[in-house]
Protein backbone atom coordinates (compact mmCIF):
# COMPACT_ATOMS: atom_id res chain seq x y z
CA UNK A 1 0.00 0.00 0.00
CA UNK A 2 1.46 3.07 -0.90
CA UNK A 3 2.69 4.86 2.60
CA UNK A 4 0.09 7.48 2.85
CA UNK A 5 -2.14 4.99 2.54
CA UNK A 6 -0.70 3.14 5.60
CA UNK A 7 0.15 5.62 7.69
CA UNK A 8 -3.89 6.15 7.37
CA UNK A 9 -4.54 3.07 8.66
CA UNK A 10 -1.85 3.52 11.31
CA UNK A 11 -3.73 6.42 12.72
CA UNK A 12 -7.25 5.39 12.55
CA UNK A 13 -6.25 2.18 14.94
CA UNK A 14 -4.88 4.81 17.40
CA UNK A 15 -1.52 2.09 17.29
CA UNK A 16 1.71 3.80 18.43
CA UNK A 17 3.63 5.57 15.83
CA UNK A 18 6.81 3.10 17.15
CA UNK A 19 4.72 0.17 16.34
CA UNK A 20 6.33 -2.18 13.65
CA UNK A 21 4.43 -2.55 11.14
CA UNK A 22 4.71 -5.63 8.05
CA UNK A 23 2.01 -5.63 4.82
CA UNK A 24 1.22 -8.51 2.54
CA UNK A 25 -1.13 -7.81 0.08
CA UNK A 26 -2.77 -8.41 -3.37
CA UNK A 27 -4.12 -5.34 -5.23
CA UNK A 28 -6.15 -4.98 -8.69
CA UNK A 29 -6.48 -1.88 -10.47
CA UNK A 30 -8.57 -0.33 -12.68
CA UNK A 31 -7.20 0.64 -16.56
CA UNK A 32 -7.43 4.42 -15.69
CA UNK A 33 -9.13 6.78 -13.60
CA UNK A 34 -12.26 7.26 -15.60
CA UNK A 35 -13.01 3.73 -14.04
CA UNK A 36 -14.22 2.88 -10.75
CA UNK A 37 -14.80 -0.30 -8.58
CA UNK A 38 -18.79 -0.70 -8.32
CA UNK A 39 -18.56 -4.04 -6.50
CA UNK A 40 -16.42 -6.73 -4.44
CA UNK A 41 -17.18 -9.55 -2.93
CA UNK A 42 -16.32 -13.32 -1.33
CA UNK A 43 -16.04 -15.67 1.30
CA UNK A 44 -13.50 -14.99 3.59
CA UNK A 45 -12.54 -18.03 5.73
CA UNK A 46 -10.61 -17.12 9.17
CA UNK A 47 -7.80 -19.22 9.89
CA UNK A 48 -7.24 -19.80 13.26
CA UNK A 49 -5.95 -16.93 15.59
CA UNK A 50 -2.75 -18.30 17.47
CA UNK A 51 -3.04 -15.65 20.27
CA UNK A 52 -4.23 -12.47 21.19
CA UNK A 53 -1.89 -9.72 18.96
CA UNK A 54 -2.35 -7.17 16.41
CA UNK A 55 -3.03 -8.69 13.09
CA UNK A 56 -5.51 -7.05 10.80
CA UNK A 57 -6.89 -9.24 7.78
CA UNK A 58 -9.08 -7.45 5.25
CA UNK A 59 -10.94 -6.55 1.63
CA UNK A 60 -10.58 -3.18 0.89
CA UNK A 61 -11.33 -0.33 -1.65
CA UNK A 62 -8.76 2.27 -2.41
CA UNK A 63 -9.28 5.38 -3.82
CA UNK A 64 -8.04 7.30 -6.44
CA UNK A 65 -6.24 10.32 -4.30
CA UNK A 66 -5.03 7.46 -1.66
CA UNK A 67 -7.42 9.41 0.92
CA UNK A 68 -8.27 6.27 2.78
CA UNK A 69 -9.13 2.56 2.76
CA UNK A 70 -13.16 1.61 2.70
CA UNK A 71 -12.64 -2.18 4.23
CA UNK A 72 -13.92 -5.18 6.17
CA UNK A 73 -11.60 -5.57 9.31
CA UNK A 74 -11.12 -9.14 10.48
CA UNK A 75 -9.43 -7.94 14.32
CA UNK A 76 -6.92 -10.43 16.34
CA UNK A 77 -6.44 -7.96 18.83
CA UNK A 78 -8.76 -9.51 22.16
CA UNK A 79 -7.76 -13.31 21.41
CA UNK A 80 -10.75 -14.00 19.19
CA UNK A 81 -11.34 -12.85 15.77
CA UNK A 82 -13.55 -9.96 15.12
CA UNK A 83 -15.22 -8.54 12.21
CA UNK A 84 -16.40 -5.08 11.03
CA UNK A 85 -16.86 -2.47 8.28
CA UNK A 86 -15.35 0.98 7.86
CA UNK A 87 -13.27 3.66 6.41
CA UNK A 88 -10.30 4.51 7.55
CA UNK A 89 -9.33 6.98 8.64
CA UNK A 90 -9.99 10.49 7.47
CA UNK A 91 -11.87 13.09 4.71
CA UNK A 92 -14.57 11.94 5.49
CA UNK A 93 -14.64 10.80 9.87
CA UNK A 94 -16.92 8.20 9.42
CA UNK A 95 -18.10 5.98 12.62
CA UNK A 96 -17.03 2.84 12.15
CA UNK A 97 -20.10 -0.16 11.68
CA UNK A 98 -21.38 -3.15 13.27
CA UNK A 99 -19.61 -6.85 13.47
CA UNK A 100 -19.75 -9.78 15.01
CA UNK A 101 -16.95 -12.78 16.28
CA UNK A 102 -15.82 -15.11 14.09
CA UNK A 103 -14.70 -18.14 14.80
CA UNK A 104 -11.63 -19.95 12.80
CA UNK A 105 -11.95 -22.26 10.09
CA UNK A 106 -15.84 -20.33 9.80
CA UNK A 107 -16.52 -18.38 6.32
CA UNK A 108 -17.90 -14.70 6.28
CA UNK A 109 -19.74 -13.66 3.09
CA UNK A 110 -18.37 -10.15 2.76
CA UNK A 111 -20.40 -7.90 0.32
CA UNK A 112 -19.11 -4.44 -0.82
CA UNK A 113 -21.67 -2.57 -3.33
CA UNK A 114 -22.04 1.29 -4.50
CA UNK A 115 -25.73 1.34 -4.19
CA UNK A 116 -26.46 4.78 -5.60
CA UNK A 117 -24.61 8.28 -6.12
CA UNK A 118 -24.10 8.68 -2.71
CA UNK A 119 -23.67 5.28 -0.46
CA UNK A 120 -21.70 2.78 -0.23
CA UNK A 121 -23.31 -0.55 1.58
CA UNK A 122 -21.71 -2.90 3.32
CA UNK A 123 -23.38 -6.85 3.89
CA UNK A 124 -21.56 -9.18 6.42
CA UNK A 125 -22.94 -12.50 6.91
CA UNK A 126 -22.14 -15.82 9.06
CA UNK A 127 -25.02 -18.01 9.53
CA UNK A 128 -27.96 -16.55 10.94
CA UNK A 129 -25.86 -13.09 11.81
CA UNK A 130 -26.31 -10.67 9.21
CA UNK A 131 -24.58 -6.95 10.04
CA UNK A 132 -25.38 -3.92 7.53
CA UNK A 133 -23.80 -0.48 7.28
CA UNK A 134 -23.98 2.16 5.11
CA UNK A 135 -21.19 5.01 4.12
CA UNK A 136 -21.46 8.27 2.22
CA UNK A 137 -18.55 7.32 0.11
CA UNK A 138 -19.78 6.82 -3.24
CA UNK A 139 -18.16 10.18 -4.38
CA UNK A 140 -14.85 8.64 -3.94
CA UNK A 141 -13.36 7.07 -7.12
CA UNK A 142 -12.12 3.53 -6.16
CA UNK A 143 -9.57 2.10 -8.53
CA UNK A 144 -7.90 -0.06 -5.90
CA UNK A 145 -9.27 -3.46 -4.96
CA UNK A 146 -7.00 -4.82 -1.87
CA UNK A 147 -6.99 -8.60 -0.21
CA UNK A 148 -4.48 -7.54 2.84
CA UNK A 149 -2.66 -9.13 6.23
CA UNK A 150 -1.72 -5.82 8.07
CA UNK A 151 0.86 -6.95 11.01
CA UNK A 152 1.55 -5.37 14.14
CA UNK A 153 5.00 -6.86 15.66
CA UNK A 154 3.63 -9.95 15.29
CA UNK A 155 4.69 -12.45 12.47
CA UNK A 156 2.06 -14.33 9.72
CA UNK A 157 1.45 -17.19 11.90
CA UNK A 158 -1.30 -18.32 11.15
CA UNK A 159 -1.21 -20.19 8.07
CA UNK A 160 -2.78 -19.69 5.04
CA UNK A 161 -5.75 -16.40 4.50
CA UNK A 162 -8.34 -18.18 1.87
CA UNK A 163 -10.59 -15.69 -0.13
CA UNK A 164 -13.38 -18.02 -1.41
CA UNK A 165 -15.86 -16.57 -4.59
CA UNK A 166 -14.08 -13.14 -4.85
CA UNK A 167 -16.19 -10.99 -7.55
CA UNK A 168 -14.87 -6.96 -8.83
CA UNK A 169 -17.14 -5.22 -11.45
CA UNK A 170 -16.26 -2.44 -12.86
CA UNK A 171 -17.38 0.43 -14.88
CA UNK A 172 -15.35 -0.66 -17.67
CA UNK A 173 -15.38 -2.80 -21.19
CA UNK A 174 -12.05 -3.41 -20.56
CA UNK A 175 -10.81 -7.03 -19.15
CA UNK A 176 -7.16 -7.02 -19.04
CA UNK A 177 -6.97 -5.95 -15.40
CA UNK A 178 -9.16 -9.03 -14.32
CA UNK A 179 -7.56 -11.58 -16.40
CA UNK A 180 -4.28 -10.32 -15.53
CA UNK A 181 -1.92 -11.13 -12.37
CA UNK A 182 -2.38 -8.68 -9.34
CA UNK A 183 -0.02 -6.58 -7.81
CA UNK A 184 1.72 -8.61 -5.14
CA UNK A 185 3.25 -5.88 -2.61
CA UNK A 186 7.21 -6.51 -2.77
CA UNK A 187 6.50 -9.69 -3.93
CA UNK A 188 5.97 -10.81 -0.36
CA UNK A 189 3.15 -13.18 -0.23
CA UNK A 190 3.51 -16.50 -1.74
CA UNK A 191 0.07 -17.35 -2.87
CA UNK A 192 -2.04 -19.27 -5.57
CA UNK A 193 -5.35 -18.07 -7.67
CA UNK A 194 -7.82 -19.90 -9.72
CA UNK A 195 -8.02 -18.52 -13.45
CA UNK A 196 -9.95 -15.36 -13.17
CA UNK A 197 -13.50 -15.78 -15.49
CA UNK A 198 -14.42 -12.43 -17.00
CA UNK A 199 -17.68 -10.90 -18.73
CA UNK A 200 -18.93 -7.77 -19.87
CA UNK A 201 -22.80 -6.58 -20.34
CA UNK A 202 -24.05 -2.88 -20.42
CA UNK A 203 -20.76 -1.79 -19.63
CA UNK A 204 -20.08 -3.14 -16.93
CA UNK A 205 -17.38 -5.66 -16.32
CA UNK A 206 -17.76 -8.50 -13.56
CA UNK A 207 -14.62 -10.29 -12.78
CA UNK A 208 -14.72 -13.50 -10.75
CA UNK A 209 -12.05 -15.56 -9.21
CA UNK A 210 -13.29 -19.29 -7.48
CA UNK A 211 -9.84 -19.08 -5.21
CA UNK A 212 -7.63 -17.42 -3.83
CA UNK A 213 -5.30 -18.63 -1.12
CA UNK A 214 -2.55 -16.40 0.38
CA UNK A 215 -0.57 -19.22 1.78
CA UNK A 216 2.51 -17.19 3.57
CA UNK A 217 5.08 -15.16 3.37
CA UNK A 218 7.64 -16.03 0.15
Known amino acids: MKFNAILLVLASLCLEQASAVTWYFLRWYTPDT ?21 Y ?45 NVAGQTTTTIDMVRTDNTDW ?18 YKNFNQALLAIELYSVAWDFGP ?7 MEMNTTQTAWCT ?22 NGITTCSIALVNMTGPA
Open 34 to 54: SAEFIKFSMDMVAPTLPQAAT
Open 56 to 100: YLWPGLQDVGTSGVYQEVMDGRSGTWWIGAGWCCSNPTLSWGGGF
Open 121 to 138: TSTLTQGTQTVTDVFPLS
Open 161 to 167: LVFKNVV
Open 180 to 201: SAPENYNSATSYTMSTPVVSTS
